[in-house]
């Protein structure tokens, strides 16, 4: 027989860790005090592997009002007004509960958001499923799908953006990151420190019952054939009592009224008070007899580790109690004094008049063990770049490649997902969710604010570091589509177990890819969350480092959308045009192959692309922008024309000024002569040549390229700018018709399909398929 | 014209109707508290969307006992306006204040996005601005919107032109495809006997304003402040 485990090792503690806890405390931990410190020191609080890495990403600028280390970050947008923002995973709980698992993952941002004082004005996510084609896949995104919106539509918050992949690697492990961004006076901003000795904490919310214990210990391990057993970690979500804490929470925090206030989220009560604690530097004298609970018979650990939901941790000077008690009352809830701020430093934990526990808050809170865990370059790294496109024969019949394409899950309309989520609710919604970037108005001034959440995965598990700076780059370009300039990034970083070296390996990378974007592109990382042990039987999800960015728009009457608008506006491709077939949607979906180089990327070249774009849509001389991602140039250009209901006529590949174009005739040849003359960019110092076989030119794709159309008249305007910011312009087409045709420049039709054809098949795709 | 908001605990869209009323419209508004007992001093009366009580048991159903309920069939007896948005509309039905109820929609899953709807009834206080049979654009934002009625309810709603807004198509069609939630008869609003009570389940406050889009919603606020201008220059005439 297998000796029993002790009960640290239950609680999920390494024996080091055991050791160290012993010599900090020069004694052994009683139960509740081994408890605690597994719930804090567990991977999701203490970022004990992570830490060393994360230090690498920028985190200060002239816009950051709040880093990261507080429940949200926070970007200026002027006026006196902030966005706090912040994107964090509920990866474990959806495997294995989607629709609570995602709920609640909701409910725990978007408390993170008014914690701060801000209201919470929208929400994005960013999931990621297996193969559609599994069963308990298409269980899992139902699930997920509905739990994001019913908590979120009973809030009243619009979900207004985000994304949704789909790959084999997630089919047991989703990813479930949700983001809640939200607008806050500079004067009303909070924070989660228990200052002031003698000041009093109070619990404002839901009763605390047995649900959820362990959570954030669940969310550090692999997900096993045992993982169903831990469903009772998974929280239940009532969002009807986290709209009444919303607003009782505002209320009190607009009255002035608050010292601290932070929600309870994972590790609950410990995590929570223990935290504030830390960041006042002060201790806690907490009663947890005077917790009011929902079960009878709890124990001091089941009451410290409960991770039931929609409750909020308050600290308040005591001759204001009173007036909390009163607005909370207003709202339906009640308020209970469980404790009072101490000057010494310890966490003193009581049941009635016993001491349950007793440990200094910095052990808990600073002095988790930080690794450095060894790392290997993965074995497939090398493998899998020397890919070459060579045995790969261009298919006959590429109407039919774009077809399939517009239908592949990971390219088709997700109104299927965002139909469920109300939207337009508080009615800021100036873009909606299937644009490149969500834009809201900020009401009572000129101003828009852009959102967009963004990562390409298979990038990622190919080539991590390429990938982690194209995610920042990518989000930054949606951003510049709708003419809003980046301001911030909250980051979602989803990796397997970081104890493999391959997975470490991929994890820095990907930060030092993250980091090496940001910096380039100034755009300060403020807030983010890490969740690793995405991993079932052994096998890895493909590294996820989302990133959820946010951007002012000066004049919300200058914004762009990729729809193509009218008939007779030429089409442009701003920036480079250097497509390649690796690691392409195209490869991945119509070849099944998952190899070959990522587009590379000059983060420099980037940047003017994007300065130049958000320019041109700022100025007012654009119609559409609209960014190559997945699929290409062809499937970029079928997205135009299905979000306008129009077609257009184009000549591949760009061959940039001077060349005939069809049906603009406007003579661009006169606008100068510093015109990139070879429109596809091939003769750009050190540049592979660009692959010519149709099918790289169509779904080939590529970074740094948006798709822009204006009035012919704008042409000159247009060009002048890409000259001034030193970026390549290229001529495309023409918007008409009813179809979308594209034509070699040798004469041959690559693609002629009408364009209700393609949007029949990209807006009917999913709900086939959930059907 | 003073306009009051009905605020049930978990109320939602109330924040963006009163901004319909004060910032666009530019009138006198404040909200009603759910435990208040009086609608004195009030001309139009809105209950906005939401998940009033977290629409728990059904939509509608703990809203329809709050305190404010009990003052709303004699405020509407006095002439009083009454809107019902959304979750509105289904407390008005919880409270029988209109006929029928709501179920779940038949697709089982919550729907947000933009509908079509044509103008049935231009002769109730809420529709003046709109031509009759007019095709208008509204979001909708809910997952129960399935109207019901029996046949004989249902065919006295006709009989007496109570039927004010159905789900259409573009060229005005009432068409089962146009329909968002299988409402009987493509349903999207209806009125009481005097005209003075509607519930409506899409959001005429979500399309108010140019920067959304669409301002078609606009007109049914306006089509309230025109009526009632109306009303007080006939009182007028009467008491000269």
Known sequence: ?771 | MKFGIVVFPASNCDMDTYHVVDQVLGHPVSYIWHRERSLDGFDCVILPGGFAYGDYLRAGAIARFAPIMEALPSFAERGGLVLGICNGFQVLLEAGLLPGAMRRNDSLQFRCRDVLLRVENTRTPFTSRYRTGEVIRMPIAHGEGNYYADSKTLKQLEDEGRIVFRYCSGDGEILPEANPNGALGNIAGICNRRGNILGLMPHPERCSEAVLGNSDGLRLFQSILHWWGDAREQEAVRHA
């Open chain 1, 1 to 771: 027989m297998p000796e029993p485990k002790a009960d640290w090792q239950e609680m999920g503690l390494t024996r080091q860790e055991y050791d160290r806890i012993c010599s900090l405390l020069d004694r052994e931990p009683n139960y509740l005090e081994t408890g605690l410190f597994a719930v804090l020191w567990s991977e999701h609080c203490a970022y004990s592997h992570s830490k060393p890495v994360l230090k690498l990403f920028p985190t200060t600028g002239q816009r950051v009002l709040q880093g990261p280390g507080e429940n949200a970050g926070i970007v200026d947008i002027g006026d006196g007004q902030g966005i706090v923002f912040k994107m964090e995973s509920h990866n474990h709980p959806s495997a294995i509960e989607p629709y609570q698992g995602a709920a609640t993952g909701v409910g725990g941002i978007v408390r993170d958001i008014f914690t701060m004082g801000a209201r919470p004005i929208a929400s994005l996510n960013s999931l990621r499923f297996g193969d559609l084609s599994g069963p308990r896949v298409r269980y899992l995104f139902s699930g997920v799908v509905a739990g994001i919106g019913d908590y979120g539509n009973c809030l009243g918050i619009p979900t207004v953006g985000g994304e949704v992949g789909f790959d084999p690697s997630f089919k047991d492990n989703p990813l479930v990151n949700a983001m809640c961004v939200g607008l806050v006076e500079h004067g009303q901003i909070r924070r989660g420190a228990a200052a002031g000795p003698g000041n009093q904490v109070l619990l404002v919310g839901a009763r605390t019952g047995r649900d959820g214990i362990h959570g954030c210990t669940f969310a550090s391990e692999e997900l096993s054939e045992e993982s169903e057993q831990r469903r009772p970690a998974v929280q239940v979500g009532d969002p009807f009592m986290e709209k009444l804490l919303i607003e009782a929470c505002l209320e009190v925090i607009a009255a002035g009224l608050v010292v601290g206030i932070q929600d309870l989220g994972a590790a609950g009560l410990t995590s929570s008070s223990a935290e504030m604690a830390g960041r006042a530097g002060t201790g806690l004298d907490l009663d947890v007899a005077l917790v009011p609970r929902r079960e009878q018979g709890m124990t001091p650990y089941e009451v410290m580790l409960s991770e039931s939901q929609e409750r909020m941790l308050l600290v308040i000077e005591p001759e204001r109690e009173q007036d909390v008690r009163r607005i909370v009352e207003k709202w339906g809830l009640e308020a209970t004094v469980i404790g009072r701020v101490t000057g010494d430093g310890i966490y003193c934990i009581r049941d009635g008049a016993a001491v349950v526990a007793e440990v200094p808050v910095r052990f808990l809170t600073d002095e988790a063990p930080v690794y450095y865990p060894q790392i290997r370059q993965p074995a497939y790294y090398e493998e899998r770049r020397s890919w070459t496109a060579a045995d790969i024969p261009v298919p006959d019949d590429l109407n039919q490649v774009l077809r399939r394409l517009l239908a592949a899950p990971n390219i088709a309309g997700k109104e299927w997902v965002y139909r469920q989520y109300d939207h337009t609710i508080m009615t800021n919604t100036v873009v909606r969710p299937g644009a490149d970037a969500a834009v809201l108005r900020i009401k009572g001034t000129r101003k828009g604010i852009a959102l967009t959440t963004d990562c390409n995965a298979r990038y990622c598990f190919l080539d991590p570091f390429q990938g982690g700076l194209q995610a920042v780059a990518e989000a930054a370009r949606n951003l510049s589509c709708v003419g809003a300039e980046p301001l911030g990034i909250t980051d979602c970083l989803n990796f397997g177990n970081p104890e493999k070296p391959e997975i470490f390996w991929q994890f820095r990378e990907a930060v030092r890819g993250l980091s090496e974007a940001c910096r380039i592109l100034d755009i300060p990382v403020v807030s983010g969350n890490v969740s690793f042990y995405n991993e079932t039987g052994g096998e890895a999800i493909h590294p996820t480092p989302v990133v959820g960015m946010v951007g002012l728009l000066p004049d919300i009457d200058k914004r762009c959308t990729g729809r193509f608008q009218h008939p007779g506006d030429a089409i442009l491709l701003l920036g480079r045009f250097r497509p390649g077939l690796g690691a392409s949607e195209y490869l991945a979906f119509i070849h099944g192959v998952e190899a070959g180089q990522v587009p590379d990327l000059d983060l420099f070249a980037e940047a003017r692309v994007q300065a130049c774009c958000r320019t041109l849509v700022c100025s007012g001389l654009l119609r559409s922008a609209h960014d190559c991602a997945e699929g290409g140039l062809g499937v970029a250009l079928a997205e135009c024309c299905i979000g306008g209901g129009i077609g257009a006529l184009i000549e591949m590949p760009p061959t940039g000024a001077g060349s005939k174009k069809p049906e603009v005739e406007v003579d661009i040849t006169n606008v100068g002569n510093k015109m990139p003359e070879a429109g596809v960019d091939i003769t750009e110092a050190g540049a592979d040549r660009v692959e010519q076989r149709e099918d790289n030119l169509l779904f080939g794709e590529t970074q740094s390229a948006i798709v822009i159309t204006c009035a012919p008249a704008r042409i000159p305007h247009v060009l002048r700018a890409a000259r001034e910011y030193d970026i390549p312009c290229l001529a495309l087409g023409a918007v008409g018709g009813d179809s979308l045709v594209i034509r070699h420049t040798s004469g041959r039709i690559m693609i002629n399909l009408p364009v209700g054809e393609m949007e029949s098949l990209w807006s009917e795709s999913i709900p086939k398929l959930m059907a």
